[in-house]
């Protein structure tokens, strides 16, 4: 569980790609940059100033009426008048059209939500680019998946007060720093095999933003080696914008130590350039 040897400047050069790459994402014209509201659907149909139509959470799923003049675009369709998306999946969305922009239509903790995303929005507008670390090699570690008997429930808490996320956990990786070995619970990443952990250490709310950063991870391989690179620890939505619903990590993903990698907070929340 040591740190790698690299050549430097293909480190770098990877590095800084992957940075472009994710603040592409994040302040695309739809990404999360562009979002204007978080609305929580209601079982009374209710319109708001930047989506069209009245929009209700049934036992049947969320459900939109459109008025004459109203229109959504749903794969490539225009659709008028009542229209039911059915029940949406835990951390599931979709994404119909209006105009210029998408109407995120979404389930977290349970909750049936809203999120129009239009490219217009100021903080996209606005936007330039997030702080990091200089990508280092040290941070970049050889560890070891010790996986659970079972996957595990795990729940956690959210960047929305009294919201909770649960997130199957697979197992727990493990690294070296400094001649001390730590444990993060992971939960499944979006590829298939591959992990993501959630953590806090000792730079947040100084350095890096309070709340959580993100570590992707690939799948393990047959000896159960994991590559963690901590210059990749990435922000969350909710290190940008109070509009996101993004999970806290779990108590034991807390660090004791100083991850001096990755994003740092971001020049919207105050910080440093």
Same mark, same amino acid.
């Given at each position: 569980?040591?740190?790698?040897?690299?050549?430097?400047?293909?480190?770098?050069?990877?590095?800084?790609?992957?940075?472009?790459?994710?603040?592409?994402?994040?302040?695309?014209?739809?990404?999360?940059?562009?979002?204007?509201?978080?609305?929580?659907?209601?079982?009374?149909?209710?319109?708001?100033?930047?989506?069209?139509?009245?929009?209700?959470?049934?036992?049947?799923?969320?459900?939109?009426?459109?008025?004459?003049?109203?229109?959504?675009?749903?794969?490539?369709?225009?659709?008028?008048?009542?229209?039911?998306?059915?029940?949406?999946?835990?951390?599931?969305?979709?994404?119909?059209?209006?105009?210029?922009? #998408?109407?995120?239509? $979404?389930?977290?903790?349970?909750?049936? @939500?809203?999120? *129009?995303?239009?490219? %217009?929005? +100021?903080?996209?507008?606005?936007?330039?680019?997030?702080?990091?670390?200089?990508?280092?090699?040290?941070?970049?570690?050889?560890?070891?998946?010790?996986?659970?008997?079972?996957?595990?429930?795990?729940?956690?808490?959210?960047?929305?007060?009294?919201?909770?996320?649960?997130?199957?956990?697979?197992?727990?990786?493990?690294?070296?720093?400094?001649?001390?070995?730590?444990?993060?619970?992971?939960?499944?990443?979006?590829?298939?095999?591959?992990?993501?952990?959630?953590?806090?250490?000792?730079?947040?709310? #100084?350095?890096?933003? $309070?709340?959580?950063?993100?570590?992707? @991870?690939?799948? *393990?391989?047959?000896? %159960?080696? +994991?590559?963690?690179?901590?210059?990749?620890?990435?922000?969350?939505?909710?290190?940008?914008?109070?509009?996101?619903?993004?999970?806290?990590?779990?108590?034991?993903?807390?660090?004791?130590?100083?991850?001096?990698?990755?994003?740092?907070?971001?020049?919207?929340?105050?910080?440093?350039?």
């Amino acid at each position: 569980m040591t740190a790698q040897v690299v050549d430097h400047a293909d480190f770098v050069r990877e590095w800084e790609q992957w940075h472009r790459e994710h603040e592409e994402v994040l302040a695309g014209p739809h990404g999360f940059l562009a979002i204007t509201s978080l609305r929580w659907l209601s079982a009374e149909p209710e319109r708001f100033e930047d989506a069209p139509g009245a929009w209700s959470s049934t036992v049947g799923g969320v459900v939109v009426e459109l008025t004459e003049g109203e229109e959504l675009t749903i794969d490539g369709v225009a659709v008028h008048g009542r229209y039911d998306f059915g029940v949406i999946g835990e951390r599931d969305s979709v994404y119909p059209g209006f105009g210029d922009a #998408v109407i995120e239509v $979404a389930k977290r903790g349970g909750h049936d @939500i809203l999120r *129009p995303r239009h490219p %217009g929005s +100021v903080l996209r507008t606005a936007f330039t680019r997030t702080p990091a670390y200089a990508p280092d090699p040290r941070w970049l570690r050889t560890g070891r998946f010790v996986p659970f008997g079972l996957p595990r429930a795990v729940t956690v808490g959210a960047a929305v007060e009294g919201l909770e996320h649960v997130y199957d956990s697979p197992g727990q990786v493990e690294f070296e720093l400094d001649g001390t070995v730590h444990r993060l619970t992971a939960f499944n990443g979006t590829r298939p095999g591959s992990l993501m952990a959630l953590f806090t250490d000792a730079t947040s709310g #100084v350095t890096t933003y $309070a709340a959580n950063r993100a570590l992707q @991870i690939a799948a *393990p391989d047959a000896e %159960g080696r +994991v590559s963690l690179d901590f210059n990749r620890a990435a922000n969350l939505p909710c290190a940008y914008t109070d509009l996101a619903t993004c999970p806290l990590p779990p108590v034991e993903n807390r660090l004791p130590v100083a991850i001096e990698a990755g994003e740092k907070i971001p020049l919207e929340r105050g910080g440093q350039p």
